[in-house]
T-cell receptor
Framework: AQTVTQSQPEMSVQEAETVTLSCTYD???????LFWYKQPPSRQMILVIR??????QNATENRFSVNFQKAAKSFSLKISDSQLGDTAMYFC?????FGAGTRLTVKP | DTEVTQTPKHLVMGMTNKKSLKCEQH?????MYWYKQKAKKPPELMFV???????INESVPSRFSPECPNSSLLNLHLHALQPEDSALYLC???????????????FGPGTRLTVL
């Protein structure tokens, strides 16, 4: 069975600072995809970043980057230069299974 | 068009009613999903259709009946629901990969369902 664990229910960060959200997972598969999704208070879920397990290079998308440690089954999200619009629930997902989420608040 | 649309936005129904939720996408995706999301919780996978065939049913009660009439449409038929079924129902679509995995999903805004 696949499981995804996000151990930080809530986090906050000052605007322009950097924050890292943690995610660990478990799977017996060797080839899989990991995702971070963002769900703002308006509730439309959107993709932030994705990582293919067979790629060793960490994915980056502008201010968002991941630290993918396959052996440790860890997949953290780093948000640099945090902006007020980054305030949202962030879900880590393994294929189509979601973690419990981390509520991130960016403070002015 | 990179949008997934869902209708209705809100639905209130009694426990004896029959209603349907609709989802549509025009991105050429061949996988479509239904999720149930309770407040402050993650989406829970209910059903997956791949190439218009039901490929995953997460042991969902039979009072929820999915249907995929064609590659762009996905319906969720509701009958004899319980108050605990009240939730946000999200539809998503993605492109299946040749490896058998699924690519990133595009989500609709959801239907807010209240069962009285």
């Amino acid at each position: 069975a696949q499981t995804v664990t996000q151990s930080q229910p809530e986090m906050s960060v000052q605007e322009a600072e950097t924050v890292t959200l943690s995610c660990t997972y478990d799977t017996s598969e060797n080839n899989y995809y990991l995702f971070w999704y963002k769900q703002p208070p308006s509730r439309q879920m959107i993709l932030v970043i994705r990582q293919e397990a067979y790629k060793q290079q960490n994915a980056t998308e502008n201010r968002f980057s991941v630290n993918f440690q396959k052996a440790a089954k860890s997949f953290s999200l780093k948000i640099s230069d945090s902006q007020l619009g980054d305030t949202a629930m962030y879900f880590c997902a393994l294929d189509m299974r979601f973690g419990a989420g981390t509520r991130l608040t960016v403070k002015p | 068009d990179t949008e997934v649309t869902q209708t209705p936005k809100h639905l209130v129904m009694g426990m004896t009613n029959k209603k349907s939720l609709k989802c549509e996408q025009h991105m050429g995706h061949r996988a479509m999903y239904w999720y149930k999301q309770k407040a402050k919780k993650p989406p829970e996978l209910m059903f997956v259709y791949s190439y218009e065939k039901l490929s995953i049913n997460e042991s969902v009660p039979s009072r929820f009946s999915p249907e995929c009439p064609n590659s762009s449409l996905l319906n969720l038929h509701l009958h004899a629901l319980q108050p605990e079924d009240s939730a946000l129902y999200l539809c998503a679509s993605s492109q299946p990969l040749t490896s058998g995995r699924y690519n990133e999903q595009f989500f609709g805004p959801g239907t807010r369902l209240t069962v009285l």
